[in-house]
């Protein structure tokens, strides 16, 4: 096939949740907008599939409510170490869902929405022209766009990537498990929190009756022990409580996903780019404010450009309204994968346990930033849906 060249007023890269919000409040906006996405149809990505309130904030406006799609409600969270199990209530409620029906989900929305979305679309490299940007495609292809949004998610563009980070040492897995009726039932509505030697993870239902067991581990001791088999079988030794969770459970995968490096603490932009989800920010996973931050930066994103602000305007705003919880996070989770941390983090907490509703509520995105949509548009554009 010819590879040929196309052009587009504005280019958006990749489709994930950042991405596909991004691209619908955009077309909903009637604006000429084209997104790219490398995988043809719905897939798994590594994520602890949690959404905190400013998410479902987010979806609901967009007129996707993830509760219709069967997420799992959650209004607990444990938090479980070597002999102690430490429970609180969530200072809001949440939901669990994969991403694998979420993203798809909102993908197909933005798409009635009046986004034209390419799949099976692997852009290579992104380079300037004297008008904008053009994209190269694996196939040949190209794109001209006078505008270009970076939602790529956590693989970098080559020649553009995202630079040192607070942690970036960790390695993250994801495996989707099917419990034992018991363990389905003791799980219930709440998020297990563990911690090991190394690192930390979680647990909680999702759609269909499904676990999704997802967890980080420093690279030295992925190293160290050789691989995912003897890590896994460590982390069942370290963390009795969620030994007892997976006994006579069955993987639903062959292999767990794995993602490396995870910049966690990245908060930037670069030049000229409007960076959306992980190309903008990458925050701890443990906090379960991840797809929150993407939905919110597509949204903040959609509403600066519209209003005529610059890339780096809207890049110093995310900032204020991230900076604070990410400083945190990052603290936590840096004490989280030490020897010292896995050791007092479970007693600290048995003494006062109300610090995790603390924890859970001071790494959100504040309220007052949160974008309010032109709820008009959205409904219009998006009926079709509806």
């Keep these: 096939m010819t590879a040929a060249l196309h052009t587009t007023d504005h280019l958006i890269i990749g489709g994930g949740l950042a991405g596909s919000m991004l691209g619908l409040r955009l077309a909903a906006a009637g604006k000429n907008v084209t997104l790219l996405e490398k995988e043809r149809g719905p897939h798994h990505k590594v994520c602890g599939e949690f959404l905190s309130r400013e998410a479902v904030h987010y979806l609901r406006a967009a007129g996707l409510d993830p509760l219709a799609l069967s997420a799992v409600s959650l209004r607990a969270v444990r938090l479980a170490g070597r002999r ?10 949440a939901l669990s869902i994969s991403r694998h029906v979420l993203d798809e989900a909102l993908l197909i929305r933005a798409e009635h929405a009046g986004c034209r979305v390419h799949r099976g679309a692997y852009v290579e ?6 008008h904008g940007w053009e994209a190269h495609l694996r196939d040949g292809d190209r794109w001209n766009a006078r505008t270009v949004f970076l939602a790529n998610g956590k693989h970098d563009l080559r020649g553009h990537d995202r630079g040192s980070a607070a942690q970036g040492d960790l390695v993250g897995f994801k495996m989707h498990w099917r419990l034992s009726p018991a363990q389905t039932a003791a799980l219930g509505d709440a998020m297990d929190l563990f911690l090991f030697t190394g690192g930390y993870g979680g647990l909680s239902l999702i759609e269909e009756n499904r676990a999704n067991l997802c967890l980080v581990v420093k690279r030295s001791r992925l190293r160290k022990l050789g691989g995912w088999d003897a890590l896994f079988g460590s982390i069942l030794a370290d963390v009795p409580h969620l030994a007892q969770r997976l006994n006579g459970a069955e993987a639903l995968w062959e292999r767990p996903l794995a993602v490396s490096s995870i910049p966690y603490g990245y908060l930037a932009g670069r030049p000229g780019l409007w960076c959306v989800g992980d190309q903008a920010a990458v925050i701890p996973s443990f906090t379960g404010d991840g797809m929150s931050i993407a939905l919110h930066s597509a949204s903040l994103a959609a509403r600066m450009f519209l209003a005529g602000e610059t890339s780096e ?4 705003t995310l900032r204020t309204h991230l900076t604070r919880n990410m400083r945190l996070a990052i603290t936590l989770s840096q004490l989280m994968v030490s020897g010292v941390g896995r050791a007092l983090a479970p007693i600290a ?6 610090s995790l509703r603390w924890i859970a509520d001071a790494t959100r995105i504040p309220t007052e930033e949160l974008v309010e949509p032109q709820q008009e548009s959205l409904d219009a554009r998006g009926s079709a849906l509806s």
Excluded: G, I, N, W
Excluded at 125 to 130: D, E, F
Excluded at 349 to 354: E, N, R, T, V
């Design 125 to 130: 490299t992104l380079t300037t022209t004297p």
């Design 349 to 354: 907490l048995s003494l006062l346990p109300a």
């Design 84 to 93: 102690t199990l430490v429970e609180a209530k969530l200072p809001f409620p």
């Design 313 to 316: 305007q809207y890049h110093l």
